[in-house]
């Protein structure tokens, strides 16, 4: 068993997510809770169900960690991962610039690849610059609610 997010990470990911009980059109699909994918529209849930499928996804998102990071990482580069994969995808982390770079242990550079995430509708979103700034100070070992 490997890293998971610590309770700062996962602060951020549910506080970069919001919480919504019942069921939210989300690029194509339906989302719920802490955004939560893959549930049918009108769905509802309670806050309980919500923490726990966003311990779920988060722990999903170490496990793409595990599987494809090749170097090692501190505990706030865990977290950043995590909440990257959690708001990108897995896929995209896969064929990311930034998997590459790390993996070739290439850390300084991690920063500016995360930066470059914050287009929706290829537009650029202060919502995602605001995501992947908070990703960045966890990133460097710090806490972007404090």
């Known amino acids: 068993m490997g890293m998971s997010v610590s309770p700062t990470g996962r602060a951020w990911t549910a506080h970069s997510e919001g919480c919504s009980l019942t069921a939210y059109p989300d690029n194509g699909a339906c989302s719920i809770g802490y955004g ?38 501190t505990q706030g580069q865990m977290d950043a991962l995590a909440d990257f994969i959690f708001n990108v995808g897995a896929g995209a982390f896969r064929e990311s610039t930034l998997l590459r770079v790390l993996n070739f242990g290439e850390y300084n550079r991690v920063p500016d690849e995360l930066r470059r995430w914050i287009y929706a509708n290829g537009e650029p979103n202060e919502g995602l610059k605001a995501r992947r700034e908070g990703e960045v100070i966890l990133w460097n070992g710090g806490n972007p609610l404090a």
Request: charged content about 35%.
């Open 36 to 73: 939560h994918r893959g549930v049918a529209e009108g769905s509802t849930c309670t806050a309980s169900q919500a923490q726990d499928w966003l311990d779920d996804d988060l722990d999903h998102a170490c496990d793409v960690i595990e599987r494809e990071v090749k170097v090692d990482l």
